[in-house]
């Protein structure tokens, strides 16, 4: 007998590996490797989540229509424009698979997002990578790879895992020197911590341009991150797409609740934003004090880089041996690279213990 064979392409895709929780052997570990925000969600959100436990047999309203307005109130957006997905990774498979198939290319920068590439595969189209300077999206490098069969580009801004980020300036000419059929996606999951004043998430150009859609997740600073829950702004011709071939129950009663309270919250994400603002300083000083290279970044999480991969790895065992979980870059081709999320106070001095111990510099 002959099993069902998937279409071409789809054995080639490596499955998406998220941030480790646990370490074997160890009871009481240290996550600081998936970016999730350390101070949890806003109580108000647990409080909105735990009071849907009644509702359970009841199904989601299926265009999350409240949720979608409170958005829109926070970011002084049309809630028409906004369509909400199982997580920003649900909304980039969709937007791929409506705008791309076999024969098309998605585009994205060199260290970008492994979702890109993933979902690409998945609607048999093929991902195209642009280098970057300094662990920076180049503009000109991205439109210079941009072909006659370029279908979308996608911009994580800033962006996972490097932590670096382009001014409005930069989304701006990127833009204006795009092909009107080429669709850009602005990935702006980690636009809460961004704290300089030439920064722009992407609602301007998604509100203005036929062509632009800005992603945004609930993962992040809201700490929600075990809800899955997404959302995009864009043209209103683009949400239609969307809301087309999204599921018709795609976002859980409980998230929508949560996420409702967790938007309305201003003094949590302010809280969030200041503890991350405090210990990212702390420690990129103290990592760069026993010699570890820590590029800006404009995330919640730094980007530690070593002499080479077998320094990383060597570190990355030590942590683990500690009960404190990183996340190694080699799968992003920075094989000499641990992300480190920012974690609570006694997390990030637990990190620079081990380290220092490692390094020999305790």
């Keep these: 007998m002959t099993s069902p064979t998937p279409r071409p392409g789809i054995m080639d895709i490596a499955p998406y590996v998220g941030g480790s929780h646990a370490v074997t052997g160890v009871d009481k570990v240290i996550v600081l490797s998936a970016n999730e925000n350390p101070l949890g969600p806003s109580p108000k959100a647990r409080e909105a989540y735990a009071a849907m436990a009644d509702e359970l047999h009841r199904y989601p309203e299926g265009g999350a229509v409240a949720l979608r307005q409170a958005i829109g109130k926070r970011f002084r957006l049309d809630p028409e424009r906004i369509v909400c997905g199982a997580g920003s990774d649900e909304l980039i498979s969709l937007l791929i698979g409506a ?20 979902s690409a595969k998945a609607a048999g189209a093929t991902p195209v990578t642009a280098p970057e300077k300094n662990l920076t999206a180049d503009v000109d490098a991205l439109l210079e790879h941009v072909t006659e ?12 895992p490097t932590g670096t980020c ?25 636009a809460e911590y961004v704290g300089t004043g030439d920064y722009n998430a992407g609602e301007d150009l998604a509100g203005r341009c036929d062509n632009v859609v800005m992603l945004r997740t609930f993962s992040k600073i809201f700490g929600l991150a075990s809800q899955r829950l997404g959302w995009a702004y864009g043209p209103a011709a683009i949400i239609d797409v969307l809301n087309r071939v999204r599921g018709p129950f795609n976002i859980t009663a409980s998230a929508q609740a949560a996420g409702i309270a967790a938007v309305e919250d201003v003094e949590h994400v302010q809280a969030s934003r200041d503890h991350n603002d ?34 990383a790895d060597a570190a990355y065992a030590h942590l683990m041996s500690r009960g404190i979980i990183a996340r190694l870059m080699a799968g992003y081709g920075l094989p000499e690279s641990i992300r480190i999320t920012i974690g609570l106070e006694d997390e990030n001095r637990a990190l620079v213990d081990a380290l220092a111990e490692h390094l020999g510099a305790a």
Excluded: C, H
Excluded at 99 to 118: H, K, T, W
Excluded at 174 to 185: A, I, K, S, W
Excluded at 290 to 311: H, M, Q, Y
């Design 99 to 118: 705008y791309a198939g076999p024969g098309d290319e998605v585009l994205y920068s060199q260290y970008g997002f492994l979702m890109y590439a993933i």
């Design 149 to 160: 069969n370029t279908r979308l580009l996608f911009l994580a801004n800033p962006n996972n």
């Design 166 to 190: 382009l001014p409005a300036s930069e989304l701006s000419r990127l833009r204006d020197n795009l092909r009107d059929d080429v669709l850009l996606v602005i990935d702006a999951a980690y």
């Design 278 to 311: 405090r210990w990212m300083a702390w420690l990129t000083q103290q990592l760069g004090g026993l010699g570890v290279e820590v590029p800006p970044s404009a995330g919640n999480f730094i980007l530690a880089r070593f002499a080479d991969k077998a320094s």
